[in-house]
């Protein structure tokens, strides 16, 4: 069973800049896709940023260019830095992860990510950005 924790989150004014961070207990498998989702009051959950393996990284059109996501293989360890943070980005922030899953053929990031195919989530952190 892989645990997911994330830390990070908190406030910070419209333009500022946060860093998320998530750690897994283990990897069940060296194929994998690690990433974000977030979800607003009243909103669905949505992906924010993912990045599979081999470091290949997909983004939100809402993120692109302001958030960057990266890891560390090592320590097992997302990140996400956001900047030019928006009042529209304030969401929980969940970090997900699927283990051993291919899409396509050659992917290990699903081309058209949905929440219902990320196995493994943390319990989420909030982030708020006020005006």
């Known amino acids: 069973q892989v645990q997911l924790m994330e830390s990070g989150g908190g406030s910070v004014q419209s333009g500022g800049s946060l860093r998320l961070s998530c750690a897994a207990s283990?990897?069940?498998?060296?194929?994998?896709?690690l990433g974000w989702f977030r979800q607003a009051p009243g909103k669905e959950r949505e992906v924010v940023a993912l990045?599979?393996?081999?470091?290949?990284?997909n983004y939100a059109d809402s993120t692109k260019g302001r958030f960057t996501i990266s890891q560390d293989n090592a320590k097992k360890e997302l990140y996400l830095q956001m900047s030019s943070l928006k009042p529209e980005d304030t969401a929980n922030y969940y970090c997900?992860?699927?283990?051993?899953?291919?899409?396509?053929?050659?992917?290990?990031?699903?081309?058209?990510?949905?929440?219902?195919?990320?196995?493994?989530w943390g319990h989420g952190t909030q982030v708020t950005v006020f005006s």
């Open positions: 990045i599979d393996n081999f470091g290949v990284t």
């Open positions: 283990t990897y069940t498998n060296s194929r994998y896709c």
């Open positions: 997900v992860a699927i283990f051993g899953a291919v899409w396509g053929g050659n992917y290990y990031c699903p081309p058209k990510p949905r929440s219902g195919d990320f196995r493994y």
